[in-house]
């Protein structure tokens, strides 16, 4: 039973224009998230993250919007770079837990074209 | 270190033989944990300690796969009789603390690649 999907496997934006990168979760108790973004052959770096008390958080060219009632989350990239190109990973926890472990989405391959 | 190393970075085993992967987390990270990641998936919980206490062992897929982390530092994945479907990409990361109502952001290494033959 996957918690976190992404529904899109790939995505493929040309440079400039906006990337958006969709993520769904079912488990109500999940109250914090996160985007990882991973180049080929090395570890998930963090990108940006949300808590359920915000519905909208920014950090530069990336905003990540968060609609609990859908339970739904996506990442703005505006504008897009071809150095953006990379596997992106929609990532939840339930930070009442011991250790804050993350369950994962599948990830999105996003390609930015220049 | 800078960052969490592992090592080795690859790792090919013929059927039924033991491996030890290693994890040295960032310096004064108290929370530890191991994640699996297969082909074409995202990664997939292992386990997580909590300095030299493994508190949550939920994500081993068998008994076949040991995790320890005896001082609280460096920790070794262990996975026993490897099997082909044990062949993945697995991944420690590291985070300074380990608070319950807050999130404290978890750092990755590269990873091992294990392919199983």
């Known amino acids: 039973d996957q918690q976190v999907k992404q529904n899109s496997p790939s995505l493929s934006v040309q440079e400039g224009r906006i990337s958006i990168l969709n993520c769904d979760y079912t488990n109500s108790m999940f109250d914090y998230f996160l985007w990882y973004k991973k180049y080929p052959a090395e570890g998930p770096t963090f990108l940006i993250s949300?808590?359920?008390?915000?519905d909208k958080n920014e950090d530069g060219r990336f905003t990540v919007f968060l609609n609990k009632s859908a339970k739904h989350l996506s990442l703005h990239i505006v504008p897009s770079q071809p150095g953006d190109s990379a596997v992106y990973f929609c990532?939840?926890?339930?930070?009442?837990?011991?250790?804050?472990?993350?369950?994962f989405g599948a990830g999105t391959i996003l390609r930015v074209k220049s | 270190g800078a960052g969490v190393s592992q090592s080795p970075r690859y790792k090919v085993a013929k059927r039924g033989q033991d491996v030890a992967l290693r994890c040295d987390p960032i310096?004064?990270?108290?929370?530890l944990f191991w994640y699996q990641q297969a082909l074409g998936q995202g990664p997939e919980f292992l386990t997580y300690?909590?300095?030299?206490?493994?508190?949550?062992k939920s994500g081993l897929p068998s008994d076949r796969f040991f995790a320890e982390r005896p001082e609280g530092s460096v920790s070794t994945l262990k996975i026993q009789r490897t099997q082909q479907e044990d062949s993945a990409v697995y991944l420690c990361?590291?985070?300074?603390?380990?608070?319950?109502?807050?999130?404290?952001?978890?750092?990755f290494g590269q990873g091992t690649r294990l392919t199983v033959v």
């Open positions: 300690f909590q300095n030299e206490a493994q508190l949550d």
């Open positions: 949300i808590s359920s008390i915000k």
């Open positions: 310096s004064g990270h108290v929370s």
């Open positions: 990532a939840a926890s339930a930070v009442w837990e011991y250790g804050n472990k993350l369950v």
């Open positions: 990361a590291s985070s300074l603390s380990s608070l319950r109502g807050s999130y404290t952001e978890a750092f």
